[in-house]
C-alpha cells in the first residue's frame, strides 16, 4: 500500500468546537445558575415579604391565615396605630437624629486617625494597631459599664448626645483601618506638592486627602448608618430614664404588653423601620462597593 493510499484511508479525526459552541455555552451558563439560586433567594427574602404582608393583615387573619402572602383584607390601622399610639413618629426622628449624630462622629475621629496612622514614619504605628485591632474581640457587654460611668460623669446620660457617644466609640476600628489603608496608597507627591504650594498638614488633609477618600466616606457612612440605625442595646441603656428618647429599637417593646402582643403592629413597626434603611443601602450599595474594593487593593 503506497503512501497516498495509506493517508486516503486514514479517518480524519473530529473537528473541534467551534468558537459559537463556546460561546453559545458561555451565555447560558448564567442563565442555568440563576435557576439554581432563585429558589434560596426567595427562601432568604420569603420572612420580609411576610412581615411586610402581615402589617396589612387584621390580627386574627394574621393568626389564621397562616403562609398566605396576600391579605383578605387589606388595612393600614396597624400602621396607624403603630405611628400614634406607640410612637414610631416621634422614635423615626429620635433615630435619624441619633444616627446622623453616630456617623459624624465616626467620619470626624476615623479618618483622623486613619490619616495619622498612615503615615509610615509614625512612632508606635505597629503598637496602636496592634492594640485598635485587640480591642475589636472584647464583648461590648463588658465596656457598658465605664463607658456607662464616663458619660454620666460628663452629664450626657439620658440623652441622644450621649448614647451616640458611647455607640460611636467601639465601632471605630473599622473605619480607622480603611481609611488607613486608603490614605496609605496615595502617593506623597500629592502631599509634598500641597506643601510646596503653602499648605500646612490640616490644610493638606482637608484640601486634599479627604475629597480623595469619598469612596471609603461613603463606604464608613453607610456601615455606620446602618448599624446606628437598628442599634437595640447601647439606645435602651442610656434613654432608661427618658423614654420619649427611644429609638425604634427599643420602641419595638411597645407592642409587648402583660396581657399579649399586638403582632400586626409589631409588623407594622418593623416595616417603619426596616424599609427606609433597605431603601438607603439600594442606593448607595454602588459607594458601599467600591469603597470597600479601595481600602482593600490599597
Not at 470626624?108 to 475589636?136: C, E, F, H
Not at 461590648?140 to 460611636?168: C, E, K, M, R, S
Not at 482637608?206 to 442599634?231: C, D, E, H, Q, Y
Not at 437595640?232 to 427611644?246: K, S
Amino acid at each position: 500500500m503506497s503512501t497516498t493510499e495509506l493517508v486516503r484511508d486514514t479517518p480524519a479525526p473530529p473537528a473541534p468546537a467551534g468558537p459559537d459552541r463556546r460561546n453559545r455555552w458561555y451565555r447560558i451558563r448564567p442563565n442555568l445558575w440563576h435557576l439554581f439560586l432563585i429558589p434560596f433567594c426567595l427562601l432568604w427574602v420569603y420572612p420580609f415579604i411576610w412581615m411586610i404582608s402581615a402589617a396589612f393583615k387584621s390580627p386574627s387573619e394574621m393568626l389564621l391565615g397562616g403562609l398566605s402572602l396576600i391579605p383578605d383584607d387589606w388595612t393600614f390601622d396597624n400602621f396607624d396605630r403603630a405611628w400614634t399610639t406607640a410612637k414610631f413618629g416621634d422614635y423615626t426622628i429620635n433615630t435619624i437624629t441619633f444616627s446622623i449624630t453616630v456617623v459624624l462622629l465616626v467620619l470626624l475621629t476615623s479618618a483622623t486617625a486613619g490619616y495619622a496612622l498612615s503615615r509610615p514614619d509614625l512612632p508606635g504605628k505597629k503598637v496602636i494597631v496592634g492594640i485598635l485591632i485587640a480591642t475589636m474581640f472584647i464583648p461590648h457587654g463588658y465596656t457598658i459599664i465605664p463607658v456607662f460611668l464616663l458619660i454620666n460623669d460628663l452629664g450626657l446620660n439620658n440623652g441622644l448626645l450621649g448614647a451616640a457617644l458611647a455607640q460611636a466609640g467601639p465601632v471605630l476600628v473599622v473605619p480607622i483601618l480603611l481609611f488607613m489603608g486608603f490614605f496609605a496608597g496615595i502617593p506623597r507627591d500629592l502631599e509634598d506638592a500641597a506643601r510646596v504650594d503653602g499648605a500646612g498638614y490640616v490644610r493638606t488633609f482637608l484640601r486634599v486627602m479627604l475629597p480623595l477618600s469619598r469612596p471609603v466616606i461613603g463606604t464608613v457612612t453607610l456601615l455606620n448608618f446602618i448599624t446606628a440605625w437598628n442599634s437595640f442595646f447601647i439606645p435602651l441603656v442610656f434613654t432608661l430614664g427618658a423614654p420619649e428618647l427611644r429609638t425604634l429599637g427599643v420602641g419595638m417593646f411597645s407592642f409587648f404588653g402583660q396581657e399579649g402582643t399586638d403582632w400586626t403592629g409589631l409588623a407594622a413597626g418593623a416595616c417603619i423601620s426596616t424599609v427606609p434603611i433597605v431603601i438607603v443601602f439600594l442606593f448607595l450599595q454602588r459607594t458601599f462597593v467600591e469603597g470597600i474594593a479601595g481600602a482593600v487593593k490599597t
